[in-house]
Structures are given as structure tokens and as C-alpha cells.
């Protein structure tokens, strides 16, 4: 008997984040499926939800990440994940309601947060983007997309000096 032991899972994981790193979608979506279909596991839920964003197929990540969802409604990551598919279709009402539950249940998820940046960002709320981006900092403070996001913002707002202090840090984190 074929069993997808944790042991199983873990190693079919690996091989599979490797192939999405590599860009290999296809083979990515191909495979989850298959996996999800003998059992239901949260990794292989987000792994499938960001490779059919990676192909466009937002429609399909939206229905992974609902089935996900009705398994266990209250996963950070599976409302992040829900949240980015809205916000990929710029319907960021929608995609705020997703990650503001999210960090109901966590209020550091680094990817929410920096995500609410982004939507913020978005929508001319620079402000609160940069507060978004901050926490995120306060957690973790070489969390270098957040930095590349705050040099992004501080320049298209004229605020030359703040952009180059956060280049200056993505510079020491890469000596």
C-alpha cells in the first residue's frame, strides 16, 4: 500500500519546492493535486495555491485556498494566501478583509503584514503602508523584501534620505 506517511509527505515536499523554485509549475500543480487527493495537508494546500498564482490561474488558487479554508478556517497562511489572490485581481477591499483576519489570529505573520504593506501602498495610503512595513521590521529586522519595499516607498514619496537609510541596511545584510 502507497501510504503518505508524515516521513512520505515531508520528502515528496522537498522535491516538489525544488521544482516550483525551479519554476516548473506544471509539475508542481500536477503533483500537489495528486497528493491532496489522498491526503489533505497544509503544505501541499499553500504549495498549490502560489504555483497557480504563478500561472495566472488566480480563480484556481481562490478555490484551493476555500477548500483549505473550510478544514481549518482559522490558518494564517491560508488566509495570506487568500488575501494575495484578491489582491492579484486588485480587489484589495477584499483582499484587507483576508488579511486583517489573518492577523486577527496572528499578529506577527510577517507575510501578512508586509502584504497590508503592499495593498496600503497600493491604494495611496502611504502612511499606513509604512507602519505595515515597520512592524514587520520590529519582528524581523533583516526581512529584506519589507526593506526593499520601504526604499520603493520612501522614494516615490520624495523622501530621499529615509530610501537611502534602508538601502544603506539592504547593503551591510549583503556584505
Given at each position: ?46 504549495l ?59 499578529n ?33 529586522n533583516?526581512?529584506?523584501a ?30
Amino acid at each position: 500500500m502507497n501510504k503518505l506517511t508524515d516521513e512520505v509527505l515531508k520528502e515528496k515536499y522537498n522535491k516538489l519546492y525544488k521544482k516550483f523554485v525551479n519554476g516548473d509549475f506544471t509539475e508542481v500543480i500536477k503533483e500537489c493535486n495528486k497528493i491532496l487527493i489522498k491526503r489533505k495537508h497544509q503544505n501541499f494546500f499553500n504549495l498549490l495555491c502560489v504555483a497557480y498564482q504563478k500561472t495566472g490561474e488566480i480563480d484556481k488558487s481562490i478555490k484551493v485556498m476555500n477548500e483549505a479554508l473550510a478544514l481549518n478556517p482559522n490558518h494564517p497562511n491560508f488566509l495570506n494566501n487568500l488575501g494575495t489572490c484578491f489582491y492579484m485581481l486588485h480587489k484589495f477591499s477584499k483582499a484587507e478583509k483576508y488579511f486583517k483576519k489573518g492577523l486577527e489570529i496572528d499578529n506577527k505573520h510577517l507575510h501578512t503584514l508586509n502584504n497590508l504593506g503592499n495593498l496600503k501602498r497600493e491604494t495611496y495610503k502611504i502612511e499606513e503602508s509604512i507602519k505595515y512595513y515597520n512592524k514587520v521590521l520590529s519582528i524581523q529586522n533583516d526581512a529584506v523584501a519589507t526593506l526593499f519595499n520601504l526604499v520603493g516607498i520612501y522614494r516615490i514619496s520624495n523622501q530621499k534620505e529615509e530610501s537611502k537609510k534602508y538601502c544603506k541596511k539592504i547593503l551591510e545584510l549583503n556584505k
